[in-house]
């Protein structure tokens, strides 16, 4: 269909709607065959209509990133439990490695992960990894 838009900023423009999208938009939510062309021209950005204007604005200054509560919460940080079997075995192996003949510089760098040390004119780390239990 031939249509021919008669207000707005495209006044006086000619465009084809298709015959189909009238139909169909007619039948589906049982309106009549001008609101179904004004659907079209709505759609397409051909037809401006006022209530949209004054959201698409609306929305424009509410600010970017705006969430449903409107506002960012702060995110906590984790709060770790000690590891005392961790704690221990690094205590231990520390106490075994400072025992231990030409190794220098022993150092705990983490107490529940890490130990450093010298041995001859090399650096070496030890990192003990606890691993989860297997589930069943």
Same mark, same amino acid.
């Given at each position: 269909?031939?249509?021919?838009?008669?207000?707005?900023?495209?006044?006086?423009?000619?465009?084809?709607?298709?015959?189909?999208?009238?139909?169909?938009?007619?039948?589906?939510?049982?309106?009549?065959?001008?609101?179904?062309?004004?659907?079209?021209?709505?759609?397409?950005?051909?037809?401006?209509?006022?209530?949209?204007?004054?959201?698409?604005?609306?929305?424009? *200054?509410?600010?970017?990133?705006?969430?449903?509560?409107?506002?960012?919460?702060?995110?906590?940080?984790?709060?770790?439990?000690?590891?005392?079997?961790?704690?221990?075995?690094?205590?231990?192996?520390?106490?075994?490695?400072?025992?231990?003949?030409?190794?220098?510089?022993?150092?705990?760098?983490?107490?529940?992960?890490?130990?450093?040390?010298?041995?001859?004119?090399?650096?070496?780390?030890?990192?003990? *990894?606890?691993?989860?239990?297997?589930?069943?």
């Amino acid at each position: 269909m031939r249509y021919t838009i008669t207000e707005g900023p495209n006044e006086g423009k000619r465009i084809n709607i298709p015959d189909e999208f009238i139909e169909t938009n007619m039948r589906n939510l049982d309106i009549d065959r001008k609101e179904a062309i004004e659907l079209y021209l709505s759609d397409e950005g051909l037809l401006e209509n006022e209530i949209v204007l004054e959201l698409t604005e609306k929305a424009k *200054t509410a600010g970017a990133g705006a969430k449903a509560t409107g506002e960012k919460k702060a995110r906590k940080a984790p709060e770790r439990k000690p590891d005392e079997v961790k704690r221990a075995v690094i205590a231990a192996l520390a106490e075994f490695i400072e025992g231990t003949e030409h190794v220098t510089d022993v150092e705990v760098t983490n107490i529940e992960r890490m130990i450093a040390f010298a041995l001859g004119g090399d650096r070496f780390e030890i990192t003990l *990894t606890k691993k989860r239990k297997p589930k069943e």
